[in-house]
Nanobody, 125 residues
Framework: QVQLVESGGGLVQAGGSLRLSCTAA??????????MGWFRQAPGKEREFVAR????????PYADSVKGRFTISRDNAKNTVYLQITSLKPEDTAVYYC????????????????WGQGTQVIVSS
């Protein structure tokens, strides 16, 4: 287990932007070896995959619903992964979670074994 702390959520109008951050409480060398992911859970819905990034930034798949609008990145020196969100839509309203996987190319949610508490994003129309 590793402690993950998300921040950057808030209330924003449709079309706006946010940058979410997730910082891990581990050493820099340890963090750089993880694959990090972002997930979200909208009210009344199941948690869904948003994006992930492996340790050398060579693989960054996105959910179809966010392609072209969301960008995942990481700064291993700061033990932090980011999610830049642009062109926000009301349907992006959700709690956003970051998660850690020890697997280079995780294929399912169960491959992520540490989760943050989440940060709320609310998009008004």
């Amino acid at each position: 287990q590793v402690q993950l702390v998300e921040s950057g959520g808030g209330l924003v109008q449709a079309g706006g932007s946010l940058r979410l951050s997730c910082t891990a409480a581990v050493s820099g060398r340890t963090f750089s070896g993880y694959t990090m992911g972002w997930f979200r859970q909208a009210p009344g819905k199941e948690r869904e995959f948003v994006a992930r990034i492996n340790w050398i930034n060579s693989n960054t798949p996105y959910a179809d619903s966010v392609k072209g609008r969301f960008t995942i990145s990481r700064d291993n020196a700061k033990n932090t992964v980011y999610l830049q969100i642009t062109s926000l839509k009301p349907e992006d309203t959700a709690v956003y979670y970051c998660a850690r996987s020890r697997i280079s190319f995780p294929t399912k949610e169960a491959d992520f074994d540490s989760w943050g508490q989440g940060t709320q994003v609310i998009v008004s129309s």
